[in-house]
């Protein structure tokens, strides 16, 4: 059965992500592990453990890593997730604790133990992950592939107009995370949107399911549900890492991708964040883009449809 590692700055899409690959039979989760981004570090942590109670699934092992990005000062999204992360619904009291070994030692142990078969897959901001590769980067070209929620693909940032939040948040690591040479697919927030998002309808069947793990993962997103109505005045739910899970147990919701040269802009303000992604489709000149190999499998069209269905097969089994 395939192995993965699931790095999460659990916030409410994580929640359902999470969920999504606990109740899953096509792989084995063989960790969990969190970094600051939605939210600072430990509610992350307690964010994920009561996930890992709700679930209805697996119950693996949940490690602590970076309280912090490599350079800057961290950036949290409590303004669209709550403050907790988790809609301020007083959800969160989990039971579980945490295992003392940090994350980047968890992640290198359990790399070290299944070479060439574990995938991590990056929910949240790339830190821990960087730091694994700069510790110990021969142990991390056994990774087999990373499948990272990350960038706004083709499309707009939805953090500043360039850049999306989990690359935002530490631009650096997701740097050393792109340029390691590891199989890389990207699924950037350009595609999470459109028919991946609950709509009112999904909502109130998730509701009346009876499956706890179905309603608590609406109730943890109350807080995005009033953003989103803030925002555009649409009763929607946006899932990202959630979609991005679902590219990982459904290949077969992949309608188009391409292998692109993807370069992470950390110098400018303004640019901060930004993933330039050349997929080779312009007239390559002498110093051009064009002229670098691809370093990321990135997600061009999705069926969402068929994501939506499969995920709420999942939540409601």
Known sequence: MRKIIIDTDCGSDDAVAIIMALKSSEVNVEAITTVCGNVPLNLATLNALMTIEVGNGQKPPLYVGSNKPLMCDLVTAVNVHGNDGM?????????????????????????????????????????????????????????????????????????????????????????????????????????????????????????????????????????????????????????????????????????????????????EAATYGQVIIDDGSFPAVSNGFTNNKPNALVCKTLDNKTFKRKMFELLIK
Request: proline share 4%.
């Open 87 to 267: 809609g301020d619904c007083d959800l969160i009291h989990p039971s579980l604790q945490p295992e003392e070994e940090h994350a980047v030692d968890a992640i290198l142990r359990i790399v070290s133990t299944y070479p060439y078969e574990v995938e991590l897959v990056a929910i949240g901001p790339a830190t821990n992950i960087a730091l694994a590769i700069m510790k110990d980067p021969i142990t991390m070209k056994k990774v087999k592939h990373i499948y990272t929620m990350g960038t706004s693909g083709f499309g707009r940032g939805n953090t500043t107009p360039v850049a999306e939040f989990n690359v935002y948040v530490d631009a650096e690591a997701y740097s050393v995370m792109l340029n390691s040479n590891i199989p890389m697919t990207i699924i950037g927030f350009d595609v999470c949107l459109g028919d991946a998002a609950l709509n009112k309808e999904d909502m109130e069947m998730l509701m009346a399911s009876g499956k706890k793990e179905a309603e608590f993962s609406v109730k943890c997103n109350k807080a995005l549900l009033d953003y989103n109505l803030n925002r555009c005045g649409e009763y929607i739910i946006d899932l990202p890492d959630a979609v991005a899970m679902g590219v990982v147990l459904w290949d077969s919701i992949v309608l188009e991708s391409l292998n692109c040269y993807c370069y992470v802009c950390t110098k």
